[in-house]
T-cell receptor, first 113, second 113 residues
Framework: AQSVTQPDIHITVSEGASLELRCNYSYGATPYLFWYVQSPGQGLQLLLKYFSGDTLVQGIKGFEAEFKRSQSSFNLRKPSVHWSDAAEYFCAVRNSGNTPLVFGKGTRLSVIA | DAGVIQSPRHEVTEMGQEVTLRCKPISGHDYLFWYRQTMMRGLELLIYFNNNVPIDDSGMPEDRFSAKMPNASFSTLKIQPSEPRDSAVYFC???????????FGPGTRLTVL
């Protein structure tokens, strides 16, 4: 069965600092990988996705993620964090087709001045 | 274009009462998913539909939970009778075959006293 691990429950970074949120997945074939962001009291918004091709994908709000098959990882990065990036971030995986997403437990990002 | 619409946004009820959550997917989408989010279990799939037909309801926790999709523009998730452990945020998401992004609604925060 597919699974997603986000090892960091809570991360605090200073505004302007770089960010990397970790995600590891367990899946036999090449997965479809996603990062979603959830602001307090809101639904989930897609940041970026990877299906195939270039392993470095660009998303909205200045985020990017890199797919590393050898490490079964899909880490999310941002070179300079803004206070408005404070939110909960979820990594998700699924196989081909329109099957449901399997989510990690999420990483809560706090941004300090 | 309106996104996924969920109602109510907040629901407070007493144990034993019937609760009905509603979802209107994005027009033209043929997949609909119900997820539940709790601190302990994170985001978990309850059930999903394709063309109004339930495909997988293995995530529905108990017989107290039921979901219907009478037409392409409306779905309900019903809990009867409700229990305090059902307190959670319930999300509805929809997607279109051939496209891989799931669009999430804002969620319904359910509190069972």
């Amino acid at each position: 069965a597919q699974s997603v691990t986000q090892p960091d429950i809570h991360i605090t970074v200073s505004e302007g600092a770089s960010l990397e949120l970790r995600c590891n997945y367990s899946y036999g074939a090449t997965p479809y990988l996603f990062w979603y962001v959830q602001s307090p009291g809101q639904g989930l918004q897609l940041l970026l996705k990877y299906f195939s091709g270039d392993t470095l994908v660009q998303g909205i709000k200045g985020f990017e993620a890199e797919f590393k098959r050898s490490q079964s990882s899909f880490n999310l990065r941002k070179p300079s964090v803004h206070w408005s990036d404070a939110a909960e971030y979820f990594c998700a995986v699924r196989n081909s087709g329109n099957t449901p997403l399997v989510f990690g437990k999420g990483t809560r990002l706090s941004v300090i001045a | 274009d309106a996104g996924v619409i969920q109602s109510p946004r907040h629901e407070v009820t007493e144990m034993g009462q019937e609760v009905t959550l509603r979802c209107k997917p994005i027009s033209g989408h043929d997949y609909l998913f119900w997820y539940r989010q709790t601190m302990m279990r994170g985001l978990e799939l309850l059930i999903y539909f394709n063309n109004n037909v339930p495909i997988d309801d293995s995530g529905m926790p108990e017989d107290r939970f039921s979901a219907k999709m009478p037409n392409a523009s409306f779905s309900t998730l019903k809990i009867q009778p409700s229990e305090p452990r059902d307190s959670a945020v319930y999300f509805c998401a929809s997607s279109l075959l051939g496209y891989n992004e799931q669009f999430f609604g804002p969620g319904t925060r359910l509190t069972v006293l």
